[in-house]
Structure formats: C-alpha cells, structure tokens
C-alpha cells in the first residue's frame, strides 16, 4: 500500500497520541497485518503483535484469546462491516483507535481492485464515540487532525482546515 511514500503526519501524530497514553510496558496487539505503522512502534519501544489477517467481521478468535494490555486499531473499523462485535471482543482495558472522518466534501473510499481496501463505515466523531460506549469503553481522550495536501483545487484547499483523523483512547467500563 505504501510503496513510495509513508503517510508521515498520520504516523506521527499517531505515535505521540500513544506515546501520551501507553506505556512501552504495556504489550500491545495491534488490530490488522503487520504494516509499516506497527513497525514504528515497535521501533519506538513498544510490544506489538498483530492479528494475522484473518477476517474479523467472521472470526474474533485472535482477539478473545489475546493477553496484551492494550489493543490498538488504526484506520481498521472503518473497513469492517461489524465493528461492534470486534469491539465488545476485546479482552484488553485499554484501546487506542483512529479513524478517518466522515467528509462531507469527500465520497467513501472504494478501491476498485483490492476488496479489503473499501469503506464500509465512514464516521463523524459522534458516531464513533457512540459505538465504543455501546461496545463498553469509556474515552478517555481524543483528538483530531487535518490532512492537508498540495493539490490545488477545492477539495484540497478544504483538506487544510476540516480534520481527517480522529484518534481516541478508551478504557473498558468495569462490569461492577
């Protein structure tokens, strides 16, 4: 996917994001393929296992039988057709996730060639933090960011000032 060029800003805040939140303790199975993304992590310190490529809408197994402290997904729910059910999976009491926004200038992502990169989901903050509290997790914090480019045309001129990503970290709500 990234042959040439990294998506250096989204890595980047990505990375100080949870640098705030988790500790290089803290062993980390990260949701999706091992990807350049997990790389830097693991290149800043931390603990990563991914899930193995498996198709989470049909088999959460890798998920349930994890002991890692912390489960990260960067841009992945957005591609699942069910991610309440990976959600409420989870074993872990920490979370951090991203997702690309909702742009109401922009139509959803659809590869034409790659089945698995398509939209199914594209998000508004508040729907996003709708799902994780219906799924059990509290947030703790978030934020967003823009993607600018240096394209020229409408779109990209709106890209410069409408956020793009939107990164969360969540806590499991005890069942007490």
Do not use: C
Not at 67 to 76: G, H, M, R
Not at 126 to 148: C, H, M, R, V, Y
């Amino acid at each position: 996917m990234y042959e040439k060029t990294f998506p250096n800003k989204r890595y980047k805040h990505t990375i100080n994001f949870l640098k705030q939140h988790v500790s290089t303790n803290d062993t980390i199975l990260d949701l999706g393929v091992e990807n350049p993304l997990s790389k830097l992590m693991i290149s800043h310190g931390y603990s990563v296992d991914n899930t193995s490529g498996t198709d989470l809408d049909i088999n959460t197994s890798e998920i349930e039988n994890s002991q890692l402290d912390v489960v990260t997904a960067f841009e992945i729910f957005e591609h699942l057709l069910s991610p309440f059910t990976v959600l409420q999976s989870i074993k872990a009491d920490k979370l951090v996730a991203s997702i690309p926004l909702k742009l109401w200038f922009a139509s959803a992502y659809r590869s034409k060639t790659d089945m698995r990169d398509r939209h199914f989901h594209e998000f508004e903050d508040w729907q996003f933090d709708w799902l994780l509290e219906k799924a059990g997790w509290k947030i703790i914090a978030s934020e967003k960011w823009t993607n600018p480019t240096k394209k020229i045309g409408i779109r990209p001129i709106l890209r410069w000032f409408t956020p793009r990503y939107y990164i969360v970290y969540a806590e499991r709500i005890s069942e007490s």
